[in-house]
Structures are given as C-alpha cells and as structure tokens.
C-alpha cells in the first residue's frame, strides 16, 4: 500500500503541472483541464490495476510527461477538438506498434545489462535529489535519510512507511505542510468531439507517439526486465493505446507504460518476494482511481506536499532499485563499456531532435556494443589467418 502510495505521489507531484500547462495551451477551459486530469487517472487505474492482475507483474501505466511538455509548446493556436483528434491519431500508432510486434521486436534486441543501465541512468537524478535537497530543508532531509538507515537495519519491509510518516509529521510540525485549501470536490468528465486535421495529425501526432514510444514506453519495458519480470510486450502497448483512443475525447492525451514510478513498485521496498510485488502497483490502481474521480481535491492535496518532502521520498524509495541495476549493468565485463555510456548519456539529460536521454542512451549503448563485437570478430579470423 506504502509503495502504491508513493508511486501514485511521486508520479503526480513531479509533473501535474505540465499537463495543466498543456491543457491550458490547447485552449481547455478549468472545467476541461479537470477533466483531463480524471480520464488520466481513471484510464491508468484501469491499465494498471488490469495488466498487474493479469500478468501477476508490478505493471505501472502513467501519463506522458514528456509528451505533455510537447503539448504545452505544439498546442499553441491549435482547436481543442483538432487536438483530441491528434491525440486519438496517435493512439491508434501505439496500438498499431503493439498489435503488429514490432516495438516488441525491437525491444527484445537490447542486452539486459544495456536495460539495467538505461534504467539507472533514468533514476540517478532522484537519488541525487535526495542529498541536493539538504541544501534547501537539511532537517527534515537529514531526519528521513537517518530514519531510512535505521529502517533498513531494524525493519525493511517498512522503510517506507516509517519515512513518510516521519517527513510529513516533520512537515507539519515546521509549517511547511498546509491542507487549509483542500476540499473535496468531485470531478466531471468533459466530452469534446475530435476533429481530424492532417496538420495537426503530423504535426502533433507523430510527435507525441514518437516521445511517448521512445521517452516512456522504452525505459517502462526496462525497468520490468532489470526487475526479472519477462512479461510480453506486445499486450501492453496494444492496451495502452487502446486506452487512450478510448479516453482522448475527455483529455487523455497518452498513457504508456510508467518508469521512474514503476521501479518503486518492482522494487524490493515493494514487498520480498518478487512474485507478490504486483499488489503494489494494484494498490498504485487504486490511488490512480481516487486521483480521478475527486481531480480537483487531490491535485491540491498533492501540491500541500512540499517539493522537497517529495523528492526525499522518491530518492529514498529508488535507492535499492539504483543498486541493484548499477550492479546489473556492471556484472558482465564484455558489456560492462557500453552499458556505462548507456548511464551517462541516459543521466545527462540530453535531447536531441525532440527525442530524450533515454531513447539516445539506448542508441549509444547498443552502437557501442555493435562496434566493439564487430572489431572482435574481425581480429579474430586475422589470429587465424596467421597461424
């Protein structure tokens, strides 16, 4: 329950505020951007909750992040409606990459160790942000990372809990945790008819399924693979973009597979025995269902959180994870190169015609690896040769 919490928090906190961007810039109005946030939520509650109890696998589903900060700047100017059918346009992409195999494929391609890297290097920002954020609240930092050790030495299995209860009773205590603006207030899903501009279609679409494949589907994939789980690819992705051609007309612009979020739930903080840790992105389901029917209430519960609280929590909750696929991505030598500059490049932060560090960091892992087996069989024959 603790780590489907936290996933659900650290998952809205860290972005919601994009997608409101990005519902705004597209000319929604308030009643709108609550609608958008509720089929988000209720569209991941059902993908999460269903895929994890299907596959018996800790399977988060999200929101595109990335793809909504690509709405926030192509939406400028657009019709609402021309972006609702941009949005469905792209969803039928997904689930045509999904139904076909293809990303599949393609995915199955890459070295674990190359996975285990990428996905360190996709989390490496939040463990730093644990230390960095002792600069801004060294208190109340300082307290959660000494009650996490202890937590580990005495009782495990609830870390977490021990640490959120601890950061946000040090919240209160100091002020900086403020619930005075939260009401309950149930949200009110908005239908809007898509309107199907090429334009729009080109411009937005193939965008937005291309940053949502190559900046959360990829890295969702390989947080499941360096956690053990060989669930298939293919199912995912189809229902994924079914989902969201189902839910665009009420603002759900693209929901993929979670990353960041999901490592929480795969990880050991989740539960023991690898076999049991699905419950916890069920009980993430859960939460994304509360975050949608009562939108309005819970985004203002989440941004009472102080950042700095949050970010604690997020670091703290993915430090075995980190470990554990640094480790990974290290054990085999003959991969061992390639899979550091898969860390770097995906902990750079670089981006590049659009496309984010996660998709280059895969691309240079993988042509370093290529052109390091292609020098090795070439020299082989030449020992050959001279003997």
Known sequence: MTAGFVTVLVGFTSSAAIVFQAARAGGASPGEVA??????????????????????APIVTAWSTPGAALLVTSLAGV?????????????????????????????????LPIAQALLA??????GLGVFTAMRVELALVLTMLVVYVAARRWCPRYTMVFVLLVGVAVAVGDGSLRLGAVHIV????????????????????????LVTMASQNLPG????????????????????????LVLAPFGAFAINLAAITAAICAGPEAHEDPARRYMASVAAGGFYLVLGVFGATVAALFAAFP????AAVAGLALIPTIA?????????????????????????????GGLGSAFWGVVAGVAVLAALRVGRRSAAPARDIRR
């Open 324 to 352: 554990a696929s640094l480790a990974g991505a290290l054990a085999d030598d003959r991969v061992r190169e390639p899979a550091v500059i898969t860390f770097l490049v995906t902990a750079s932060g670089l981006t590049l």
């Open 221 to 244: 994939i390989a947080v499941l693979r360096a956690a053990g789980y060989r669930t298939p690819v293919s199912p995912l992705i189809t229902a994924t973009g079914l989902t969201t």
């Open 79 to 111: 019709p609402l409606a021309e972006a609702i059918g941009a949005f469905m346009f792209s969803a039928i992409l997904i689930v045509a990459a999904g139904v076909s195999g293809l990303f599949e494929r393609a995915i199955t391609r890459i070295p």
């Open 307 to 310: 950042g700095v609280l949050v």
């Open 121 to 126: 290097g996709v989390l490496v920002r939040f």
């Open 35 to 56: 609608s958008w946030l509720e089929a988000l939520g209720v569209g991941m509650a059902a993908t999460t909750t269903g895929l994890s109890l299907r596959y018996r």
């Open 186 to 209: 149930l949200t009110s899903p908005r239908f809007v008819a898509p309107a199907f501009s090429a334009a729009t279609m080109i411009g937005v679409g193939i965008p937005l399924f």
